[in-house]
T-cell receptor, first 113, second 110 residues
Framework: DQQVKQNSPSLSVQEGRISILNCDYT??????FLWYKKYPAEGPTFLIS?????DKNEDGRFTVFLNKSAKHLSLHIVPSQPGDSAVYFC????????????FGKGTKLSVKP | NAGVTQTPKFRILKIGQSMTLQCTQD?????MYWYRQDPGMGLKLIYY???????DKGEVPNGYNVSRSTTEDFPLRLELAAPSQTSVYFC?????????FGQGTRLTVV
């Protein structure tokens, strides 16, 4: 049973517009959430994270929102750029345990010029 | 800055052969992980280690073994390769909350 779900396998957005990637989780013990970006033939790279004590974290063009009551988080990219085209993975963990990251299946973002 | 280094990058194995995927990190991280990624799927945890001498099974450990004799190295062993083990394998290390990944090993078993 998937604990972290990314229900949209793909998303296509025009350059300059907002990209919104969604992620849902089922385990209420998760207290730390991360987004990773992956280009083909490369390993995932860390993008942005959020602790469960916050509802928003911003880093440049990237903002992550967390809605604990809905067990939902989203990644906003504004403005989207062609170089943002990649697969984005949502991950969750329980800080203080082994800290294993549980990943969603990923969403492939395509930003068209 | 090397970070997490995996070797080899690509490998083709015949059914029943064995091999070791190497992983080393130079960040002095205690936690290390092996994940596999199948097409259209997320990363699934095979094995993990919280420090030298300590390893434990993840979600999909069958057919694999690991060891952690040093902080830096965390090799993954396939003893009897099967077609179901065709995948891309990622090693990662972590200190606090953020994991750093290697570039991956693409393994094909034929």
């Amino acid at each position: 049973d998937q604990q972290v779900k990314q229900n949209s396998p793909s998303l296509s957005v025009q350059e300059g517009r907002i990209s919104i990637l969604n992620c849902d989780y089922t385990n209420s013990m998760f207290d730390y959430f991360l987004w990773y970006k992956k280009y083909p033939a490369e390993g995932p790279t860390f993008l942005i994270s959020i602790s469960s004590i916050k509802d928003k974290n911003e880093d440049g063009r990237f903002t992550v929102f967390l809605n604990k009551s809905a067990k939902h988080l989203s990644l906003h990219i504004v403005p989207s750029q062609p170089g943002d085209s990649a697969v984005y993975f949502c991950a969750a963990s329980v800080v203080g345990s082994q800290g294993n990251l549980i990943f969603g299946k990923g969403t492939k973002l395509s930003v068209k010029p | 800055n090397a970070g997490v280094t995996q070797t080899p990058k690509f490998r083709i194995l015949k059914i029943g052969q064995s091999m070791t995927l190497q992983c080393t990190q130079d960040m002095n991280h205690n936690y290390m992980y092996w994940y596999r990624q199948d097409p259209g799927m997320g990363l699934k945890l095979i094995y993990y280690s919280v420090g030298a001498g300590i390893t434990d099974k993840g979600e999909v450990p069958n057919g694999y073994n690991v060891s952690r004799s040093t902080t830096e190295d965390f090799p993954l062993r396939l003893e009897l390769a099967a077609p179901s083990q065709t995948s891309v394998y990622f090693c990662a290390s972590k200190k606090n909350t953020e994991a750093f990944f290697g570039q991956g090993t693409r393994l094909t078993v034929v």
